[in-house]
């Protein structure tokens, strides 16, 4: 399948300020120079703690934010290089779906509204038009189109996730940044959304950036998975790969933690408790960024930054320990990962 999302080194620092001046005295690194792509049609999981950079990650890649650094080529185009007016047109291609369904809707707003609005910015459809193709989304989504007048108050919070995706397909994105959409949801009402996601993502041909903490429901969807540990992608491997043998100690600790539903198998299963707390992305550790806290850790880590090294067709890891394992070779710029 083609790349149809192409991320070259993309970093985003927030400066930190101090003082009645605003004086500069320092930054914070929440995205370090990440580079992936994503495949036409798949979802890649992107996983890790909260705080580690998953969310502005999401942001930067559609333009939500000004990245500091890097290129994002969605379908050809680098949106991390356009200016407002290009960006606008651009807009359409790539949407979002938001954590809370809550904060994300406009109270004031009837349903209706709030799926047209992109459609009211974006294109010179007439009001008929529109409802049409409301109702359209409405059906899309699951949600009764007679309720196109109701106020997102009146729905549940699973019913609001709904009205939110149909936002986001209003103009026929190809390319959706999902982050941690069923987070903020009842348990019993995160697999009918998820299932939702899934379904049109098959009709609709959609490629999905899914961002989760959780990694039961990133394995259950994705094709691939990314792990990120304090601002940088420290694995990256199909999703099978990932699960059966992860190679990145971080990735092993938070596989280790994830229940198994057999509880003999979870009985005999060693967790991987890690020590200390994750260092402020404002003052990273020298060398690896994960040295502090990694059981594993070897002299060299704390000196030289590990290369992000495929070892394994499609198997990408940042580690001194696994270049050590095997001759792995270093991944080129232009290498498919
Ligand atoms: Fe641990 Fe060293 Fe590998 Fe970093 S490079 S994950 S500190 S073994
Ligand atoms: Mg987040």
């Known amino acids: 399948p083609r790349k149809l999302v192409e991320v070259r080194d993309l970093r985003m620092y927030f400066d930190i300020h101090k003082g009645i001046l605003r004086r500069k005295v320092g930054e914070v690194k929440a995205v370090d120079g990440l580079s992936f792509d994503i495949h036409e049609g798949e979802t890649l999981g992107l996983v890790g703690e909260s705080g580690c950079g998953k969310s502005t990650t999401g942001r930067a890649i559609l333009r939500l934010y000004d990245p500091t650094d890097g290129s994002v080529v969605i379908d050809g185009v680098d949106v991390a290089a356009l200016d407002a007016g290009a960006l606008r047109k651009a807009r359409p291609q790539m949407q979002m779906i938001f ?76 390319f959706i940044v999902c982050d941690e959409p069923i987070a903020a949801l009842d348990v019993s009402i995160q697999a ?121 067709k499609g198997h990408v890891t940042a580690c001194h320990l696994v270049d050590q394992e095997q001759d792995a070779s270093p991944l080129r710029d232009n290498d498919k990962i």
Do not use: W
Not at 114 to 133: C, G, W, Y
Not at 264 to 290: M, W, Y
């Open 99 to 174: 954590q809370d369904p809550q904060a994300s809707l406009n109270p004031r707003m009837t349903v209706a509204d709030i799926i047209s609005e992109p459609l009211r910015e974006h294109t010179d459809m007439d009001a008929k038009a529109r409802l049409a193709r409301v109702r359209e989304l409405m059906d899309a989504v699951g949600l009764n189109r007679r309720y196109a007048d109701r106020y997102p108050h009146e729905f549940s919070g699973g019913q609001r996730q709904r009205i939110g995706i149909a936002r986001a397909l209003a103009l026929n994105p190809k």
């Open 192 to 312: 009918q959304v998820v299932n939702l996601l899934e379904d049109l993502q098959r009709k609709l041909g959609l490629t999905y950036l899914f961002i989760s903490h959780d990694l039961s429901m990133v394995r259950h969807l994705a094709t691939r998975v990314a792990v990120m540990y304090l601002g940088k992608i420290v694995e990256l491997a199909p999703r099978d790969a990932l699960y059966a043998r992860p190679r990145h100690p971080y990735t092993q600790a938070l596989l280790s933690a994830v229940p198994v539903p057999d509880p003999q198998v979870e009985a005999t299963r060693r967790h991987i408790i890690l020590e200390g707390d994750v260092p402020s992305p404002a003052n990273p550790p020298k060398g690896c960024n994960f040295c502090t806290r990694c059981p594993k850790v070897m002299d060299i880590c704390r000196e030289v930054v590990p290369e992000f090294r495929e070892h394994t």
